[in-house]
């Protein structure tokens, strides 16, 4: 075993020179090198990336014949008035509309896709309410409430940080929206619960992102700060 004099890399019995820096390997024991491939590549190569329709197609095949056999099985084996296979069918659908229109469509744009994911998750929701007979009481009143409350502060950010905005910035309006996402959601649930628009520990969470956002915002507009928190923190 032998090692590069300059870089001290470790060296293939064949190598002539150093992979790595190029230096010649001189060896006075071994004074004819024998003859056999290069101990390393001589040509860069990638590895082609896969195709992207054909990734989708897979996907699609996978995910329909998953749906069809747990549909022909709850129909004709396993307990045929229970459908219960209305919760993979509708998993199925999501995990389609969530993965196969990226693949398949390069360019779609980003509030497209958060537009497609969201209804994917309220379909999923509304199949298992369909299976649960729940559709006038948790699905309309909570579920469905909450997966649109997800998707405005979804396209809220979306649409804000699609910019070139800076670290802070970005930071700043993330804890906004979690402080303001997390009052919304309290007041769905209560008002599902008791009936009422009510709001308790979700007013702590937003205390505590303007306090943290207040500090954001000064730094944010003073040059000094900013260049300091840049060079602190690498941002």
Known sequence: M???????????????QCPLCGTPVLDPG??????GPPPFPTQRREVPPADRRSLA???????ASAGVATGVLNLWFFYPRVPWSLYIIGACAMLWLVFV?????????????????????????????????????????LALPIVLLIGAFGLFLTLTLGGQRSILSTITLCIGSVGLFCVGLE??????????YSASWSIIVLVISAALIIPLLVVRRHPA???????????
């Open 225 to 235: 700060l900013r260049e300091e928190a840049r060079r602190r923190f690498h941002i």
């Open 30 to 35: 071994v004074p004819e090198r024998p003859e």
């Open 57 to 63: 197609l897979l996907i699609s095949a996978m995910l």
């Open 187 to 196: 007041l769905l649930i209560c008002r599902y619960l008791s009936g009422v």
């Open 101 to 141: 229109p990226p693949l398949w469509w390069r360019g779609m744009y980003r509030l497209l896709r958060l537009l497609v994911d969201i209804g994917a998750v309220a379909l999923y929701l509304l199949l298992i309410a369909l299976a649960l007979d729940g559709m006038t009481t948790w699905y309309l009143g």
């Open 2 to 16: 032998s090692y590069c004099v300059h870089c001290g890399v470790e060296l293939h019995p064949t190598a002539g």
